[in-house]
């Protein structure tokens, strides 16, 4: 079936670090990628998707590109701030829109000033 | 903006209660679904539905039903609430087409079972 897997953490990085948080995936046919955000005592946020191979996502400075050829979908971001302390989900999509998302364990990010 | 809530941030019920969790979203999104989050397990599928009175089970349906009587509305029903239910539920919802549409999430409520 399918499956996520990315890096559990915690990582910590020092404010402006270079931050990269590995996902990779198993999944059949084509799934779409999603990188969901949580904040402390908040719901899980959009951060950004592909939907199709080669794509890149990207939103408030972070990035991520779909590669089919090494079913990998990892989360970069130049220059990390306090303010991005949070969990990084990692998420496919099993099928069609209706069905629900596959997620990772999630990635817990401390950023020290 | 798409507006997720749900009825309870913090519940605390006794073993073998039935436990109801609401959730209700505001734009006329087709599909909606619950979620639960654990430590260590990420979120997992419980339940989805796809249209009023239609639903479909998760990854981990057991223990656990579902309402959709409007659009807007979807429930989660725990028929014999047991301490391994203790969790944060989170509910979401989408568009349904041909695209594939993001989950828009609610806050999420924290369960207890004692």
């Known amino acids: 079936g399918n499956s996520v897997t990315q890096m559990e953490g915690p990582v910590t990085l020092s404010e402006e670090a270079f931050l990269t948080i590995n996902c990779t995936y198993t999944a059949t046919g084509y799934p779409s990628l999603f990188w969901y955000v949580q904040y402390p005592g908040e719901g899980l946020q959009l951060l950004l998707k592909a939907t199709k191979a080669d794509d890149k996502g990207s939103n408030k400075g972070f990035e991520a590109t779909y590669r089919k050829e090494t079913t990998s979908f990892h989360l970069e971001k130049g220059s990390v701030q306090v303010s991005d302390s949070a969990v990084y989900f990692c998420?496919?999509?099993?099928?069609?829109?209706?069905?629900?998302?596959?997620f990772g364990k999630g990635t817990h990010l401390i950023i020290q000033p | 903006d798409v507006k997720v809530t749900q009825s309870s941030r913090y519940l605390v019920k006794r073993t073998g209660e039935k436990v109801f969790l609401e959730c209700v979203q505001d734009m006329d999104h087709e599909n909606m679904f619950w979620y639960r989050q654990d430590p260590g397990l990420g979120l997992r599928l419980i339940y989805f539905?796809?249209?009023?009175?239609?639903?479909e089970k998760g990854d981990i349906p057991e223990g656990y039903s579902v309402s959709r009587e409007k659009k807007e509305r979807f429930s989660l029903i725990l028929e014999s609430a047991s301490t391994n239910q203790t969790s944060m539920y989170l509910c979401?919802?989408?568009?349904?087409?041909?695209?594939?549409?993001?989950?828009?999430f609610g806050p999420g409520t924290r369960l207890t079972v004692t």
């Open positions: 539905s796809y249209d009023v009175k239609m639903k």
């Open positions: 998420a496919l999509n099993k099928g069609g829109g209706a069905d629900g998302l596959t």
């Open positions: 979401a919802s989408s568009r349904s087409g041909g695209a594939v549409y993001e989950q828009y």
